[in-house]
């Protein structure tokens, strides 16, 4: 009996003494924001209040965050049992982005142990975490993600999403944005980039344990049916005090959040917030603008008129802007050659929105086609002089004439004033180049690379032996391949192409490409060949195999050459170490042995001792088995390839990378720091 008594006497005082601090928690902690123009919240990042009361939390900027929190911090446990109130916040939130289909990146409601979350990154961490302490239980970080795009790695259900987020962006529980009608039970979707306000509610049952998530349309009342319901105890997750606030982040897409109005209580239900009084969304599209009841004779008559005139005007000028270059030997070349008009409204008067990057011969813009509707990429070259040019349009038009899975079809041409103009398919991937460097949103596994890989090589070996002339394309590198919708790799940028008849010999030209992809010879001789071109897919192999750039600056007075780093790694018996680190353990270790050795024997300073691209394509296949490398000997001089199977005779040394000292026929290096653009 006595027994009994005690144990019912220690219930009571535990329930007693939870009683006891919620009553106390229930003085304080709550607050109700109907707008914010008087309110003093912690802001940091391009988070600000706009003079009408608006929380904006990132306006019209790339990659940036914006956090808005209470300044004061707030107790969430219960000290003598260490349990999480019972909470609720209520808030109404509008996203506004700068194309009516594409947004970036979301908002979050957040309970977090700091205000601002310090070394939080933009894009799809929404400014609450970083890739460091993604997912780490040390975060103490509980959040509703209003995310606006699908990001696999956080394997996000889709680009227009609701979810509960436990110190990480993997959230425990997520639906389509969205909401229950009360009077059918059936979920209506909700589009959170629709420009509209809309209020969420956020309810946490520290008794039950439990959270629910809500949302509606502005203005249509709290649904009875919550959109996420999850059983979850947030006492291990949240400390004894916290902060609350709001994080938010843009990526590549111009994008503004706003927070219109926000409530908050400890142990109670927020209050309600008073809706008319919110401030509005900005304006979006053009203001509406009043009908006339009346007008006059002669405000019509002078409005004719003036009308009339600028009709000339404009004819006049849109004349002399669309004029083009037009001499009788390009009559020939009707079907390729674009109206410079046309290639003006596809590019949207090739505004930088429409840029898709830059090279050291040109910008390249997209484009839709105003007819056909066909997507483009059209490149802008400066030319100074006349010289040429006849020669240099009639190989563009007959590489126009190319047809292959693994070639960027060059569509034609148009010349105007002082620039010639590329037209080319569009490929929605984009160039190779971002996916390997520079930290990428998005990496190639090793499957995706070993197909781009082959599919360059059936490509060069297309121009090199297969079609009617020989095509040497002199600038093969990753920047120079695209990507298609099924990422498949294609060479790309004819630019510097030239052309010759099969059995003839090159002609010597001034040497152009890219810092380390140049052969040694090129730069001797001035002639570009198939094996240039077989040199620079060497360097080429290497980049995508490795993940690195031919030529790497590692100190004011010294760089890292690729081929040089990956014979290190030969030499000492450990060439799969030279491996891209973004591949981890998901690759093939004779593919990936097989390509780095192709890579080196391509990279040869001789170039007879270069395979062909014929040869190229059959050791990638296993049709071929590919020869053994020749032994490395370090000597005093540098490294040293002795002459055997792969490699002649010849050595580097280089004490500073300002003084080179080459032996030998030719050099590696040489070819790498010599000419370029």
């Known amino acids: 009996m006595t027994t009994n008594r005690q144990t019912m006497f220690l219930k009571l005082a535990i329930l007693f003494s939870y009683l006891i601090a919620s009553l106390a928690a229930d003085e304080s902690p709550g607050f109700v924001y109907n707008g914010f123009r008087s309110a003093n919240l912690s802001l940091d990042g391009i988070a600000e209040i706009t003079p009408n009361g608006l929380l904006e939390l990132t306006n019209k900027t790339v990659q940036r965050t914006g956090h808005a929190f209470e300044p004061n911090p707030i107790s969430f446990k219960n ?19 700068e194309y009516p289909k594409l947004s970036g990146h979301g908002i979050a409601f957040v309970v977090a142990p700091t205000r601002g979350l310090p070394g939080a990154l933009p894009s799809q961490f929404l400014g609450l975490f970083n890739r460091s302490n993604e997912g780490n239980t040390s975060n103490h970080v509980f959040a509703v993600e209003l995310d606006t795009i699908e990001s696999n790695e956080f394997f996000d259900i889709n680009d227009n999403h609701v979810g509960i987020d436990i110190n990480g962006l993997k959230s425990v529980d997520a639906a389509p944005a969205g909401y229950y009608d009360n009077l059918t039970h059936q979920v209506k979707n909700l589009t959170l980039i629709s420009t509209k306000p809309m209020q969420v509610w956020v309810e946490y049952d520290g008794v039950q344990k439990h959270i629910n998530v809500t949302m509606a349309p502005f203005n249509f009342g709290k649904p009875k049916i919550p959109l996420l319901s999850k059983s979850l105890d947030l006492s291990p997750i949240l400390n004894e005090t916290m902060y609350v606030g709001f994080s938010s982040s843009t990526g590549s897409v111009l994008t503004s959040h706003y927070v219109l109005g926000w409530s908050f209580k400890m142990n109670g239900q927020a209050q309600e917030l008073n809706l008319s009084q919110l401030p509005k969304l900005p304006r ?69 929105k429409e840029l898709l990057g830059t090279g050291g011969f040109g910008r390249v813009y997209r484009g839709i086609l105003p007819t056909s509707k066909i997507e483009i990429a059209v490149k802008r070259i400066s030319h100074e002089s006349r010289q040429g040019m006849r020669e240099f349009v009639a190989e563009i038009v007959s590489m126009g004439r190319l047809r292959h899975r693994n070639l960027v079809q060059l569509l034609g041409y148009c010349r105007r004033k002082g620039e010639l103009l590329l037209v080319y398919d569009y490929m929605p991937n984009g160039s190779l180049d971002k996916y390997l460097y520079d930290q990428p949103k998005v990496t190639l596994n090793w499957r995706q690379r070993f197909r781009v890989i082959k599919g360059v090589a059936s490509g060069l070996y297309y121009l090199h032996e297969e079609w009617e002339q020989v095509v040497i394309h002199r600038d093969v590198k990753a920047s120079n391949v695209l990507l298609d919708a099924e990422l498949n790799g294609r060479l790309g940028d004819f630019g510097l192409a030239r052309l010759y008849d099969h059995g003839t010999d090159p002609q010597t030209t001034h040497v152009v490409g890219t810092l380390g992809y140049l052969a040694p010879e090129h730069t001797r001789t001035g002639k570009a060949t198939a094996s240039t071109d077989v040199f620079a897919f060497g360097a080429f192999l290497l980049e995508v195999a490795c993940g690195r750039r031919p030529i790497e600056p590692r100190a004011p007075t010294e760089d890292v050459v690729l081929v040089d780093w990956v014979f290190g790694f030969w030499y000492r018996g450990e060439l799969l170490e030279a491996r891209d680190p973004n591949l981890g353990t998901e690759y093939v270790d004779d593919e990936l042995e097989l390509v780095l050795k192709l890579g080196l024997l391509c990279s040869h300073s001789e170039p007879t001792a270069r395979p062909s691209m014929r040869q190229v394509v059959q050791y990638l296949e296993r049709d071929v ?53």
């Open 625 to 677: 088995a590919l020869p053994e490398l020749s032994d490395l000997s370090l000597s005093g001089s540098g490294l040293t390839f002795t002459n055997r199977e792969g490699f002649s005779d010849f050595a580097l040394s280089y004490p500073s990378s300002m003084g080179l000292s080459v032996t030998g026929s030719s050099s590696i290096v040489e070819s790498l720091l010599s000419g370029g653009r």
């Open 79 to 97: 000290s003598a049992n260490g349990t999480v109130f019972s909470f609720s916040t209520t808030f109404v939130f509008g996203i506004i982005p």
């Open 284 to 352: 979006v599209g053009p203001k509406k603008t009043s009908k006339f009841l009346t007008i006059g004779l002669p405000v019509i008559t002078i409005s004719i008129i003036f009308a009339a005139i600028s009709v000339v005007v404009y004819v006049i000028r849109r004349a002399k802007k669309f004029a083009e270059v037009l001499e009788d030997w390009e009559l020939d070349y009707g079907p390729h050659r674009f109206k410079y008009k046309d290639l003006y409204i596809a590019t949207k008067g090739f505004r930088e």
